[in-house]
C-alpha cells in the first residue's frame, strides 16, 4: 500500500492535501557560510513554529523541510516545531547538498557508508532520534559534478532501488539535471519518482521538456522572489509546459531558506504567500481551480507515495 512517510509516522497519500514540496523549517549551514551570510541561519524554533502556523491556516496541510545534513538539519529541531504545530505534516529529507558543503567525514565514508547512514535515517530515525526522513535529497555544483557529489548520488540511488523512497535533487542555478539523470539511470533510479528543485533559474523550456519526457518531476521553487525575475516569466513557462502535456509533472514551492522570507521574523513573502496570494494570481492567470489542485494536491501526493 502506498505511504508518505512523516516524520513520526506513514500516512496514506490522500492525507497529504495541499502540500509544499521544497521550505525549510530550520537550518544551521556551516560557520563559513552563515559569517558571511547570517540571514540563512533559521534556527529560532518558536519563531519558525509561528511561520508553520501561517501555512496551516492558509490551508497547508504538508510540507517537505529540505534541509540536508550538510546544511544544518536537525531531527531534535524538527520534532519540536511538529510538536508545536501537529496539524501539519512535516517530511524531513536525508542526503546532502552541495559538496562544498561538505564535511571531511563525507569525503571519507565509503559509498556503502554513505548508504547505510541514509538507509538509517529512512527506517530507524534521524541522528538517534524516531524522528525518520520520508525523502532523499541529492545535489550538484553549478556546471559541474564533484567525484564526492557523484559519490552522495549514487548513495542516495542505490538506497531509492532498495527502499522505493522518492528523490528530491538541488540543481545548482537550475544545471546539470541532465547530467544528474544519466548517474541516476545508470543506477536503475525510476525517473518518475525524481524532482528536481530549481527549474525555474533556468527557464529554458526545452531543457526543460527534456527532463519532463524522462518522465521526472520538476519543481518551481522561486516563487514570491522577484530578485530572481517576475512572477510573468516563470507564469509564462508553466502555461506553455502545460500546453506542451505536463501538468502532471509539475510542483511549486517557495525554498524558504532565508529569515528575510518569514514573516515571524519580520521579513517576507512567508509560508502562506503561495496558499493565500500566488493561487489568486495563477486564476487571474487562467488557471483553473482543477489545474492548481493537480499541481498542489494530485501532483504532490503522488510524488511523495512509496
Not at 167 to 185: D, K, N, P, Y
Not at 260 to 284: F, Q
Not at 285 to 302: H, L, P, S, V, Y
Request: proline content about 3%; glycine content about 8%; hydrophobic content about 40%.
Amino acid at each position: 500500500m502506498a505511504k508518505i512517510r512523516t516524520l513520526f509516522k506513514d500516512i496514506s497519500p490522500n492525507e497529504a492535501g495541499f502540500t509544499l514540496v521544497h521550505e525549510h523549517l530550520y537550518s544551521h549551514p556551516p560557520l563559513w557560510k552563515i559569517s558571511g551570510d547570517p540571514d540563512l541561519l533559521l534556527d529560532d524554533v518558536e519563531k519558525n513554529a509561528q511561520e508553520l502556523k501561517l501555512f496551516h491556516k492558509a490551508g497547508g496541510k504538508t510540507i517537505v523541510d529540505a534541509t540536508t545534513i550538510d546544511y544544518g538539519r536537525s531531527a531534535k529541531a524538527l520534532i519540536e516545531i511538529a510538536n508545536k504545530v501537529p496539524e501539519v505534516n512535516i517530511i524531513s529529507v536525508t542526503g546532502f547538498n552541495l559538496g562544498s558543503y561538505y564535511e571531511p567525514w563525507v569525503y571519507e565514508y565509503s559509498l556503502d557508508d554513505i548508504v547505510e547512514l541514509l538507509k538509517r535515517d529512512i527506517t530507524v530515525g534521524m541522528e538517534g532520534t524516531n524522528a525518520r526522513s520520508g525523502l532523499l535529497k541529492i545535489g550538484t555544483s553549478y556546471n559541474y559534478i564533484m567525484k564526492v557529489e557523484e559519490k552522495t548520488l549514487r548513495a542516495a540511488a542505490k538506497v531509492h532501488v532498495e527502499l522505493g523512497t522518492p528523490i528530491v535533487s538541488h540543481t545548482t542555478l537550475g544545471t546539470m539535471a541532465h547530467e544528474q539523470i544519466e548517474l541516476l539511470l545508470d543506477e536503475g533510479v525510476d525517473l518518475g519518482k525524481v524532482a528536481f528543485y530549481h527549474m525555474d533559474h533556468n527557464l529554458d523550456f526545452w531543457y526543460q521538456k527534456k527532463i519532463l519526457e524522462k518522465g521526472a518531476y520538476i519543481v518551481y521553487d522561486c516563487t514570491g522572489k522577484i530578485k530572481y525575475g517576475p512572477e510573468e516569466w516563470r507564469i509564462n513557462m508553466l502555461k506553455r509546459l502545460i500546453k506542451a502535456g505536463f501538468l502532471e509533472q509539475l510542483m511549486i514551492a517557495g525554498d524558504t531558506a532565508r529569515r528575510s522570507y518569514y514573516k515571524s521574523y519580520g521579513g517576507g513573502p512567508g509560508l502562506d504567500y503561495i496558499p493565500t496570494k500566488y493561487i489568486n494570481r495563477l486564476r487571474e492567470e487562467g488557471f483553473t481551480q482543477e489545474m492548481i489542485d493537480i499541481i498542489f494536491i494530485e501532483n504532490t501526493k503522488r510524488f511523495l507515495s512509496w
